[in-house]
T-cell receptor, first 115, second 109 residues
């Protein structure tokens, strides 16, 4: 247990469905992240929230929509996805300190399959 | 551009030593992380190097050479449970992590 939980663990959805991924961190951290992990590819950073403010959006298609209602919860809303969006979606959190690198704590991920 | 290179897969024998290499090219540099990820599980933090040299932590050690843009993770006395993917990530000038694709380590009895 890393202190970061994600639900659901597995999700199969059609291209016209709307679903949401949920992440919760119990570590008191001030930053949360969404990553996409595809087989044999580097982790792709999708979104970063720091103190609930979105600070990074790495050219992610608008069919992915993040929401951060507070510093402990992070959502990823999905709609009209494509088959190439099938991947493992990882949530992470960290305690950001200005001028420092910091360890990230990851959740177990949601395995998403788009049919 | 920014880039991290590490071998795709390595095989080693239980009880032996293995070294996993990582080279990086980033815009600025604020340290090098190693993570372990077992199949179907979350990546977990192993080590962080920001200064040149070797950091030892039990059976695992991590080395950094900033001038060469090079790091390695050394695993000693390998155990079957060490079978996993090992992810290298460099922190750039904005403290954003640039990730490698991971090295899958297979341990054989």
């Amino acid at each position: 247990e890393t202190g970061v939980t994600q639900t659901p663990r597995h999700l199969v959805m059609g291209m016209t469905n709307k679903k949401s991924l949920k992440c919760e961190q119990h570590l008191g951290h001030n930053a949360m992240y969404w990553y996409k992990q595809s087989a044999k590819k580097p982790l792709e950073l999708m979104f970063v929230y720091n103190f609930k403010e979105q600070t990074e959006n790495n050219s992610v298609p608008s069919r992915f929509s993040p929401e951060c209602p507070n510093s402990s919860h992070l959502f990823l809303h999905l709609h009209t996805l494509q088959p190439e969006d099938s991947a493992l979606y990882l949530c992470a959190s960290s305690q950001e300190v200005a001028g420092s690198s910091y360890e990230q704590y990851f959740g177990p991920g949601t395995r998403l399959t788009v049919t | 551009g920014q880039n991290i290179d590490q071998p795709t897969e390595m095989t080693a024998t239980e009880g032996a030593i293995v070294q996993i290499n990582c080279t990086y090219q980033t815009s600025g540099f604020n340290g090098l992380f190693w993570y372990q990820q077992h199949a179907g599980e979350a990546p977990t933090f192993l080590s962080y190097n920001v200064l040149d040299g070797l950091e030892e932590k039990g059976r695992f050690s991590s080395f950094l050479s900033r001038s060469k843009g090079y790091s390695y993770l050394l695993l000693k006395e390998l155990q079957m449970k060490d079978s996993a993917s090992y992810l290298c990530a460099a922190s750039d000038s904005n403290y954003q992590l640039i990730w490698g694709a991971g090295t899958k380590l297979i341990i054989k009895p």
